[in-house]
């Protein structure tokens, strides 16, 4: 005990930061298997990637190895049954598929709470409707015959255009204006460069235009958007209604047990719509790596991220 203590006194630790050291250790969060890396879920869409890429540079700054794998919103969950998955940073509750939910009854994989993105998916309108449909936001301003008969076009006579998304994505447009006997037809965009294409030439030329769009994207970070406050629905009806889509955070069973302060981090991430839509325009549209516009994103907001990881040390 002597040569220890003669060891560590030559390396310049006072005897009371010595006698300190056992309590102060067991009071941090252990790191864990900092050895082997988070493997991290990469998804289809620029915004999942984002929210990956911070979550990873943070982690890393906790002190582990992180791994991106790229991973299909639906396959991701064969990986986090056999381990080549650890974790998915951003996941849209509207869009589950089957596998997700057997798992979590199955106690497979554990949410860890909402990502505070705020996202919305519903039906939106350009300032101009305004104009044409004044009981806005409220829905029912959509059942006004004058409102249906500004929004109408040759393909929808005597009803109003709603355009809706790609045919391809499927959407509850159609059963909702069916159920709520709305003078309005669901009219797919050719694609999403349509249906962006559509909503820029409108604001820019100050039109009236009813769609069905989704929030964070890198177009809100640049153009104003309104949100129709939505028919009722029952959200166990889901195929019939449009609602809001919570976005939350999964990890593989286990997580915890192997990286505590990880899980204890990834319990408090959180990463705003307004601050994913600003990374988003400049990945999409301005053509930046996706890398670099992260690690900015990271270094001019440490105040927001490093209570947490602060936090997760404890």
Same mark, same amino acid.
Not at 3 to 13: F, K, M, N, P, T
Not at 32 to 48: C, F, H, R, V, Y
Not at 235 to 256: E, T
């Given at each position: 005990?002597?040569?220890?203590?003669?060891?560590?006194?030559?390396?310049?630790?006072?005897?009371?930061?010595?006698?300190? !050291?056992?309590?102060?250790?067991?009071?941090?969060?252990?790191?864990?298997?900092?050895?082997?890396?988070?493997?991290?879920?990469?998804?289809? !869409?620029?915004?999942?990637?984002?929210?990956?890429?911070?979550?990873?540079?943070?982690?890393?700054?906790?002190?582990?190895?992180?791994?991106?794998?790229?991973?299909?919103?639906?396959?991701?969950?064969?990986?986090?049954?056999?381990?080549?998955?650890?974790?998915?940073?951003?996941?849209?509750?509207?869009?589950?598929?089957?596998?997700?939910?057997?798992?979590?009854?199955?106690?497979?994989?554990?949410?860890?709470?909402?990502?505070?993105?705020?996202?919305?998916?519903?039906?939106?309108?350009?300032?101009?409707?305004?104009?044409?449909?004044?009981?806005?936001?409220?829905?029912?301003?959509?059942?006004?015959?004058?409102?249906?008969?500004?929004?109408?076009?040759?393909?929808?006579?005597?009803?109003?255009?709603?355009?809706?998304?790609?045919?391809?994505?499927?959407?509850?447009?159609?059963?909702?204006?069916?159920?709520?006997?709305?003078?309005?037809?669901?009219?797919?965009?050719?694609?999403?460069?349509?249906?962006?294409?559509?909503?820029?030439?409108?604001?820019?030329?100050?039109?009236?235009?009813?769609?069905?769009?989704?929030?964070?994207? !890198?177009?809100?970070?640049?153009?104003?958007?309104?949100?129709?406050?939505?028919?009722?629905?029952?959200?166990?009806?889901?195929?019939?209604?449009?609602?809001?889509?919570?976005?939350?955070?999964?990890?593989?069973?286990?997580?915890?047990?192997?990286?505590?302060?990880?899980?204890?981090?990834?319990?408090?991430?959180?990463?705003?719509?307004?601050?994913?839509?600003?990374?988003?325009?400049?990945?999409?549209?301005?053509?930046?790596?996706?890398?670099?516009?992260?690690?900015?994103?990271?270094?001019?907001?440490?105040?927001? !991220?490093?209570?947490?990881?602060?936090?997760?040390?404890?």
């Amino acid at each position: 005990m002597r040569r220890v203590r003669s060891i560590y006194l030559a390396a310049g630790l006072s005897v009371t930061a010595l006698l300190s !050291w056992p309590c102060a250790a067991a009071l941090s969060a252990p790191l864990g298997d900092s050895s082997e890396p988070i493997k991290i879920a990469l998804n289809e !869409w620029t915004g999942q990637n984002i929210t990956a890429r911070v979550a990873g540079q943070l982690l890393e700054k906790l002190g582990y190895r992180v791994q991106y794998v790229t991973a299909g919103s639906f396959p991701q969950w064969i990986g986090m049954q056999d381990g080549s998955l650890d974790m998915t940073p951003e996941l849209w509750t509207n869009n589950l598929g089957d596998i997700y939910p057997k798992l979590l009854a199955e106690k497979k994989v554990e949410p860890v709470g909402d990502l505070g993105l705020n996202a919305r998916d519903g039906w939106a309108y350009t300032d101009a409707t305004l104009a044409i449909c004044p009981g806005l936001p409220d829905w029912k301003a959509l059942l006004e015959p004058s409102c249906a008969a500004a929004l109408a076009t040759a393909e929808t006579l005597p009803n109003g255009r709603l355009v809706d998304y790609p045919a391809d994505w499927g959407t509850a447009s159609a059963n909702e204006i069916e159920d709520f006997k709305l003078p309005l037809t669901a009219v797919p965009a050719g694609s999403e460069g349509a249906l962006v294409a559509e909503l820029q030439s409108a604001i820019a030329a100050e039109k009236p235009l009813l769609l069905r769009f989704w929030a964070p994207h !890198w177009l809100l970070a640049q153009a104003k958007l309104n949100w129709v406050e939505m028919p009722p629905c029952d959200p166990n009806d889901g195929a019939r209604c449009v609602l809001p889509s919570p976005v939350i955070k999964v990890v593989r069973a286990g997580f915890g047990d192997k990286w505590p302060a990880a899980y204890s981090f990834m319990k408090q991430y959180q990463l705003s719509a307004e601050d994913q839509q600003v990374m988003m325009m400049e990945i999409d549209q301005n053509h930046r790596e996706i890398g670099s516009v992260v690690s900015r994103w990271v270094a001019d907001n440490a105040a927001k !991220w490093n209570p947490w990881i602060e936090d997760a040390k404890k």
